[in-house]
């Protein structure tokens, strides 16, 4: 069966891009096959980790490719909802679901150690991890609008609060990661460009060692296509990096604004995005613990570095970063913990 799944799921994921995930026609029947594959799906999920092999991550990555876009509160949401829905006989698995991929992000939260710089998991850890913030992002507030906890199990004292820290931990990682790809993304643009000028010593360095018998021109055009497809390698990497740090910092600002205000009372009449859930308090130590650490990472020198990874893109995208970050600090220095 595995040896269709990666087909299969590929399918899933054009019609998602055809239709769009706002179809709601597409997202529906898109949802019910992987609710009718879940077992499938479980023994892929659990099995994941960051120093899975490659085949493994490509199946991780096409799975939560396509729960992760197929995950809107309407559709994939609506099948643990009270009310009648479609997909209200597979509310087991759509809660299994949920598990399996919270759980995944915990896990993912770091990378596998020495990875690399030309190894394919660094993208597929990449992919993996933007799809599994997709899914938590998506699946934020639930049918009330309430803010939802990224902890995998329910009701374990601190898990919240865990939950955050491990997303800082990310965050810190993506942040570090995008300034690496960055200058490595640079450096192979700076070898493609002097290509012409480089000696055919240094070219055959670029290439395996059973290319030591190419001519000169051939040598030149087996360099320019090794470098060409590095770049855009480089490229995929790190616009991947860029996208799920994006995610992160979002994710982070969305729960630090619930963790952080647990003090403060509740008015039960508020339905906003991020109304604080009764259940999140009595965190003990947790809470003052995963501000503690709020504050020694927001520092200047971090603070400068994450916005420098949006230096090439659009001032709209630069401002709200440069929002989300402010309104953390803001919230870490007035919070009533």
């Known amino acids: 069966f595995r040896q269709i799944l990666v087909p299969a799921l590929s399918l899933c994921d054009a019609l998602l891009t055809t239709l769009g995930p706002h179809n709601h026609?597409?997202?529906?029947?898109?949802?019910?096959?992987?609710?009718?594959?879940?077992?499938?799906?479980d023994a892929v999920l659990r099995a994941a980790h960051p120093n899975s092999p490659v085949e493994l991550l490509i199946e991780v990555e096409a799975i939560t490719s396509v729960i992760g876009r197929a995950s809107?509160?309407?559709?994939?949401?609506?099948?643990?909802s009270v009310e009648p829905t479609a997909l209200q006989a597979s509310a087991a698995a759509a809660q299994r679901v949920r598990w399996l991929m919270l759980a995944l992000l915990a896990r993912f939260h770091r990378p596998?150690?020495?990875?690399?710089?030309q190894n394919n998991s660094n993208l597929l850890y990449y992919k993996i991890v933007c799809n599994l913030l997709t899914y938590a992002r998506n699946i934020m507030c639930d049918s009330t609008g309430r803010c939802v906890n990224l902890a995998a199990g329910e009701g374990a004292p601190g898990a919240e609060a865990g939950a955050a820290a491990r997303l800082l931990a990310l965050l810190q990682h993506l942040v570090r990661a995008h300034t690496h790809h960055d200058k490595l993304l640079a450096n192979t643009r700076h070898q493609l460009h002097n290509l012409p000028t480089m000696s055919l010593d240094d070219m055959r360095k670029l290439l395996p060692e059973e290319s030591s018998s190419l001519s000169p021109v051939e040598c030149r055009g087996r360099a320019v296509s090794v470098l060409a497809a590095r770049v855009r390698t480089r490229r995929a990497e790190l616009a991947a990096c860029a996208h799920a740090l994006d995610c992160a910092l979002h994710l982070l600002w969305a729960h630090t604004r619930v963790l952080l205000r647990a003090g403060l009372p509740t008015d039960d009449n508020d339905n906003s995005l991020l109304n604080t859930s009764g259940?999140?308090?009595?965190?003990?130590?947790?809470?003052?613990?995963?501000?503690?650490?709020?504050?020694?990472?927001?520092?200047?020198?971090?603070?400068?570095?994450?916005?420098?990874?949006?230096?090439?893109?659009?001032?709209?995208?630069?401002?709200?970063?440069?929002?989300?970050?402010?309104?953390?600090?803001?919230?870490?220095?007035?919070?009533?913990?």
């Open 112 to 117: 596998a150690a020495d990875l690399p710089d």
């Open 25 to 41: 026609s597409c997202v529906l029947h898109v949802t019910h096959a992987l609710l009718s594959h879940v077992e499938c799906i």
């Open 72 to 80: 809107n509160r309407e559709v994939f949401g609506g099948a643990v």
């Open 279 to 337: 259940a999140w308090r009595g965190s003990g130590d947790d809470l003052p613990e995963l501000r503690k650490e709020l504050i020694a990472v927001f520092n200047d020198r971090f603070t400068e570095q994450l916005l420098d990874t949006a230096k090439n893109q659009p001032q709209v995208q630069r401002s709200f970063l440069e929002i989300l970050v402010k309104d953390i600090k803001t919230m870490v220095q007035f919070s009533p913990l």
